[in-house]
Nanobody
């Protein structure tokens, strides 16, 4: 089946760190872009960082200097290393990719179920 499975979220104190992972099923191939979004309660979903097929990355102003986005193509896994976490980072973090798959060999958007990050003292 085509799946994106996030992990690594949890409860952390302000200033703490987390490393989020997004594992894509092996049925996904020819990935155009993968990235991370997040959505806090009562707020719009925002783009945290994308990773292109060539490995290029950009970051939202709110996380620049505190996040590192990377992709392991061999493992079909995306990572988001977050440091110096703030309460305002609290959100449900979603993995996203646009790719072809064995099941649906045309460009398609795939979303993970999300992993919760809560930053609180």
């Amino acid at each position: 089946q085509v799946q994106l499975v996030e992990s690594g979220g949890g409860l952390v104190h302000p200033g703490g760190s987390l490393r989020l992972s997004c594992a894509a099923s092996r049925s996904i191939y020819s990935i155009n872009v993968m990235g991370w979004y997040r959505q806090a309660p009562g707020k719009d979903r925002e783009l945290v960082s994308p990773v292109t097929s060539s490995g290029g990355t950009t970051y939202a102003d709110s996380v620049k200097g505190r996040c590192t986005n990377s992709r392991d193509n061999a493992q079909n896994t995306l990572y988001l290393q977050m440091t110096s976490l703030k309460p305002e980072d609290t959100a449900l973090y979603y993995c996203y990719c646009n790719a072809r798959s064995v099941i649906l060999p045309t460009p398609h958007d795939y979303w993970g179920q999300g992993t919760q990050v809560t930053v609180s003292s």
